[in-house]
């Protein structure tokens, strides 16, 4: 049975993303798709996307989710915070792709989004869809959530790294140190823009360090973080230092991520703790050492690929990658969307192909 | 009074980059240029440079360098080793841009460079170029030198950046903690490459990481911090954690520092330590934050320039550019001529344009 | 039913695509893959393709190929002449991906190729396999070849903007004019290169002409031409002037092509042409003009876009886009290996997915 | 003596440049630079070239003007049209970027510059400044002129290209034919934007051709060929078909040119003819081939680089590169400067370090 979709936000570069994987999805009728600029526009004639539907405007998109199953929106952290609750109440479930229901501390929004959140009461029932992490029980209960807030993308790369280190963090039992984390990310990253500072002229062989020691993937971070290190036991609160960097590609994040461990932690001790946690994962990649993870390895893919190094002083460096507008986006939407429906997590996403040639 | 000077390896980037430094330089004359690859063409036909020398073999450059005042050796390490004695035999002084003569502990060398030092006995007379380091007394001093090791790229903004924070850190206390560095280079950083891994179809749209905790700048870049430090006291000797990142631009490398430092350290302490460190240096720049910098500011110049941003919790991000051909390498190494020769240290290297439109 | 495939040089961009097309195919069982480079890893593991297979060598895969109803040849020009015959001899059909089998004039091959072509008599039965200018009919005969001849990715686009429009030039009269082909290409069109030529460092920021009025598909896209043009009627032989360019991109080709034209030739008219050639063609686009045609609304699919714009003064330039991997290369082989089985055209191409943020 | 020197707009990217190039200069005081989105910033801060000069309001720079030898207008053609009348009443004389006096017909421009031209009285008396082609005569006639309209970036490389094979062309005798020039442009060419299509995610990976067959420069440059070719005889007029192409880099133009020669025509006499044309030009360098020019051989420097190619079948090709903000605007606009300064044409120029590592 095709389950009915609504796309809010279809013409940012996350929207076009996961019109084009709704598009193709087996269980999935793109029922509607919002665009202001492109209005009566043809999905197939803008985007290449198999699909006879024409783009709507926002309001009619919303009138026209309230027969949906699910809502997806890929709109501004501040839009979605106005949108979900009226779509909530309209009918279907929802998977929010910004920022909008990521954080349970509303008193952060202010500082790192820019505005007061305005439906605080919401969330604390949002669900925070980074299916790794929750493992096989949490997405079973996940069929029950009618809102998943879909990770950020920085976040869900730097979480899949260091989550499953806790355990052997020296942090762990009150030792001094930091987490430190430089990532770098595509320009895609940032949205569709018009403006100078993202132009050709002015990204091309540039590398700059943006929003340092401010990011607001810094606080969704720090919570899943500590959401885990502190089930069941009463560990000090870690924090994570994070500056992001603007990189000169399209598509694609690296994360660099120092965590303290124990001496005598070895390569192998960090294996033996990755290939715990992620068996099962299909779309996690183990790779050799933390030179053995590119752009290039997952662009294009769901896949998050994950290596480390140790050194011979006891430094261990945990390098991750993802496709910010697939794993950290559109497709971890898509892998939501399938937990939500009780199908299996890789459908539509199993066969993406990799950009790299 | 024109200086004659030799250029040995010519046609490397490094090389080329000299070449052009040298061909414009007022106070030098061009005498020899090596290129085994383009013996007998001319250099204003290969490089464009005002010049009507033609290459020559090394061995005829050898020979012929015997009559200059300097030598510069734009070689690889293994090669650098084997000529730089022997230049030196034959009377010209001598800067090499390799890392041959950077580390006083010879017993580093196999490590990181893959080769046994054959000339031990040359590394502690050995001159570590870094002219900011090292103040105006030493500038001064180095007109004494016969043998001046011009700086690795990544270590030369990484010490810039660091060296004047060593009296802030925790660590010159004894405390816990660590130095990281994550930093990124340009791919003329690896040089002239004939190889799959750096065609453009590899490197386009990609990052990662490479020999990250084990690369050959890590003993240089401590060598230089723990000199600093350790100058007239007994502080704990200092390690840093480094991991470099491949780039998909040509030019520039940007580093991003970690330090920790003790609290109730401010931006404006960070501030008046860089200002004092560097007040009179015509070649570093101080910028607003660690967002202010960027390849684009230094790329075509043989300026550093250095940001840092401290956060409420007490964290300190120091980010420092620089061409990595340019300061990092031939720019470096005609600062270090102009030294040698008693010139204006910014003699040929003022009126460099920036390569950002 | 699945169709057993051997895939005979997996491991150069062509052969990668193809692998990631056939291990996708629902009607395809890659049987073989062959790579001298990765013997004996798995399929899945280098290239991210859902397959099982391990690469064998080649001498294997040619062994083992007797026992596949197709072996498609990504190997280069000279050894698809040498395999191709051994393999016919064993017995699956062949389509070779090179230019050894595209020329009916084996004297083409010395100056084209630059090697003399070892079994002609091969060449008079070779399909030339451009799906869109041969006709449904055609389409039927080919599944009774037994070796059709992929086109070449320049050969393809320039065909494509270049056959429909022949009753409408000038040239069809005997009166003087050219055809002239400015057509620029990623650097994938090179293949996979260990050569400084191809680095990054050398390929970004440049553009340049090369093999200018001498390369290998000009006696390509001319005999096609004029296969086109004479049939049934005795008209002047035509020449097309054809310049390729190495472009800083990944993927992707555009042609701009320039044919004289009768006066009072129209946009109008020229539409009317294509949309008659071309409307039963899924993979052929028309645009809205000769601006309307980028390489972004083409890569990563097996689609042709073509446009066209005709001045005040009577000028015509036709621009066509193609993926040279795709419609250039590899989707285009499918494309013919689905005629060949029967099936439909566009299985396993469809839901190809634009690269194209 | 040193001449003082405005320049109007000064932060585009054509006005960045020549900010550079001005500071340099040896027999300029850059004495006024105006910029509204810089104004009261240093010129050193922004654009790092040794200048102790802020910059100015737009009308505060017209006013300072007035004191200066020279006025340098690096505006839009639209604002350079009414400024123009202003500064030449004021007393400068002027050096205007812009295309506002290059063509001698005013009614071209609404159709091509989408403005009625407000003083078509000062096109007669503005002087074409392309020094290569109106010879040493020319050039010292130049020193009184007062206007002089300095050639747009593809109009420079084409007509240096076209020009001398005037006399070769069979179009010179009225023969049927048409010279056809395609042509590709970095993105700087387009200026400053903060356009979502200039945007890195849409540029980088794509090439397209914009403006087919009318853009501005069309009609520039067919006055130019029709200028030399009618010079003392009375020839047909000839047009050019001109194809221009946006470029993923961010500076460069290279023009592929094709125009129809008498049969017999050879390299040899091609050469001939360029070496006749152009053998005291400075900044002209000629090529072995139409392959031996690429982008990389003139960014960052005043050259233009020409190459040609001729098949056995008669077909000449003819490339031709020049950085587009140095010989295709600003340095070109210094070469101007020192002609109408009666200073030797490579002031300031001569030394220009090529981009190209």
Redesign the interface.
């Known amino acids: 049975m095709q389950r009915r979709v609504a796309l809010i936000g279809a013409s940012g570069?996350t929207g076009?993303?996961l019109t084009?994987l709704l598009a193709?999805h087996p269980n999935v009728e793109l029922a509607v798709a919002s665009s202001d600029r492109w209005v009566g526009e043809s999905i197939e004639g803008k985007?290449?996307?198999?699909s006879a539907l024409r783009y709507v405007s926002l309001d009619e998109a919303v009138a026209q989710a309230a027969s949906c199953d699910l809502a997806m929106l890929a709109t501004p952290a501040e839009a979605s915070m106005a949108l979900v609750p009226k779509l909530l109440a309209a009918g279907p479930r929802v998977i929010d792709l910004s920022g909008a229901f990521r954080l349970r501390d509303a008193t952060l929004y202010p500082t790192f989004y820019g505005f007061e959140h305005g439906h605080p009461e919401l969330l604390a029932n949002a669900f925070y869809g980074l299916p790794e992490l929750y493992g096989p029980e949490r997405a079973a209960a996940r069929r029950d959530f009618r809102l998943v807030a879909n990770p950020g993308c920085y976040a869900t790369a730097i979480q899949l790294a260091l989550c499953p280190l806790l355990g052997l963090s020296t942090l762990a039992h009150g030792?001094?140190?930091?987490i430190?984390v430089?990532a770098?990310s595509g320009?895609?990253g940032a949205g569709?823009?018009?403006?100078?500072e993202?132009?050709?002229?002015?990204?091309?062989?540039?590398?700059?360090?943006?929003?340092?020691?401010?990011h607001q993937h810094q606080p969704e971070i720090e919570q899943g973080l500590n959401d885990m290190w502190n089930e069941g036991t009463a560990h000090p609160r870690v924090?994570v230092?994070f500056?992001p960097?603007l990189?000169?590609?399209?598509?694609?994040i690296?994360a660099?991520c120092?965590i303290?461990v124990s001496s005598g932690t070895t390569a192998e001790t960090v294996g033996y703790v990755y290939r715990t946690a992620f068996e099962r994962e299909p779309f996690v990649v183990l790779a050799k050492?933390?030179?053995d993870?590119?752009?290039?390895?997952v662009?294009?893919?769901n896949?998050c690929r994950i290596g480390w190094?140790?050194?011979d002083?006891g430094?261990l460096?945990v390098?991750a990658a993802i496709d910010n507008?697939v794993k950290g986006a559109a497709g971890q939407a898509v892998q939501n969307l399938n937990l939500m429906l009780g199908l299996d997590e890789r459908t539509g996403l199993?066969?993406?192909?990799?950009?790299?040639?």
């Open positions: 570069y076009v993303e084009r193709s985007v290449g996307a198999p030792a001094a140190g930091r430190i430089d770098m320009v895609t569709r823009k018009a403006a100078e993202y132009s050709f002229a002015e990204i091309a062989g540039d590398l700059r360090a943006y929003r340092a020691l401010r924090s230092t500056v960097h990189l000169p590609v399209q598509r694609g690296l660099t120092h303290p050492s933390a030179d993870v590119a752009l290039h390895d662009v294009g893919t896949r190094s140790v050194s002083r430094e460096v390098t507008l199993a066969g993406l192909r990799s950009f790299h040639p």
